[in-house]
């Protein structure tokens, strides 16, 4: 009989005097599922409460990471960066990596970006899902950004317009496509891609993550899903 699953609102400290929090859905497995949300994205997304409901059904505990949130000393959106999100992975898997015998990552959009960067050590495994690997370019594609040099900010248009930082822009800029393949040759962790047939990768039309599968430096599947959109929030892609 399997354990009755909890969920539990949760803060761990971060590198630079802040709070992480996120939430620990666990059925007291062995095994922990971090996952990482995309940019605009956080833990109450629907992408993001469909994982944690799926991967406690099937044995795994859990851990959707908020790498900005409303609750107290968290990052603001409109004031992290890259960096503070790579810092912030690393600071969770400090925290369970004695807590769980192996843990895995499942990184979805810019998170994927972020976890690429990091290129944990000691994880099991990295799914990335749909990864954002060439957002410059995928932002002049759309043409959805207004820059605001009085506030040292940028309005980011995805219907709903979201504020974020000039640090994070210009750090963006150092991790086009070319940096990201080369990112990847230092990865030696077993690697995935899950692509949709709406993908990002759309707007970068000199890329593919075909040429991924190249570049990794350790094992690498790529899966893709057909009918799927980047935002794997349809009801039809949830229940894949």
């Known amino acids: 009989m399997k354990d009755a699953m909890t969920e539990t609102l949760?803060?761990?400290?971060?590198?630079?005097?802040?709070?992480?929090?996120?939430r620990l859905c666990s059925v007291n497995s062995r095994r922990l599922i971090v996952h990482v949300?995309?940019?605009?994205?956080?833990?109450?997304?629907?992408?993001?409460v469909t994982a944690s409901e799926f991967f406690p059904d099937n044995?795994?505990?859990?851990y959707r990471i908020g790498l900005y949130d409303m609750m107290p000393k968290s990052r603001r959106l409109n004031s992290t960066t890259l960096a503070g999100h790579t810092k912030d992975i690393?600071?969770?898997?400090?925290?369970?990596c004695d807590?769980?015998?192996?843990?895995?990552?499942a990184a979805h959009s810019f998170g994927g970006l972020a976890t690429l960067i990091l290129n944990?050590?000691?994880?099991?495994?990295?799914?990335?899902?749909d990864p954002s690997l060439d957002v410059t370019n995928f932002w002049q594609a759309c043409d959805c950004l207004t820059h605001l040099p009085d506030r040292r900010q940028?309005?980011?248009d995805y219907g709903n317009v979201f504020v974020i930082s000039e640090a994070m822009v210009e750090e963006i800029k150092n991790y086009p496509d070319q940096k990201c393949l080369e990112l990847?040759?230092?990865?030696?962790?077993?690697?995935?891609?899950?692509?949709?047939?709406?993908?990002?990768f759309d707007a970068s039309p000199h890329t593919s993550p075909e040429n991924y599968a190249a570049a990794f430096g350790g094992v690498f599947d790529l899966q893709q899903l057909s009918g799927a959109t980047h935002l794997l929030a349809t009801k039809t892609e949830r229940e894949r």
């Open 184 to 200: 990847a040759a230092l990865v030696e962790t077993p690697t995935q891609f899950l692509i949709p047939q709406q993908s990002i």
């Open 99 to 105: 807590k769980y015998d192996e843990i895995f990552i």
């Open 37 to 48: 949300h995309g940019l605009t994205h956080n833990i109450n997304h629907l992408l993001e």
């Open 10 to 22: 949760m803060s761990i400290d971060g590198h630079d005097n802040n709070l992480i929090w996120g």
């Open 90 to 96: 690393q600071s969770a898997l400090n925290y369970f």
């Open 59 to 62: 044995g795994y505990d859990h």
């Open 154 to 156: 940028y309005h980011l």
């Open 120 to 129: 944990p050590k000691g994880v099991k495994a990295i799914s990335f899902w």
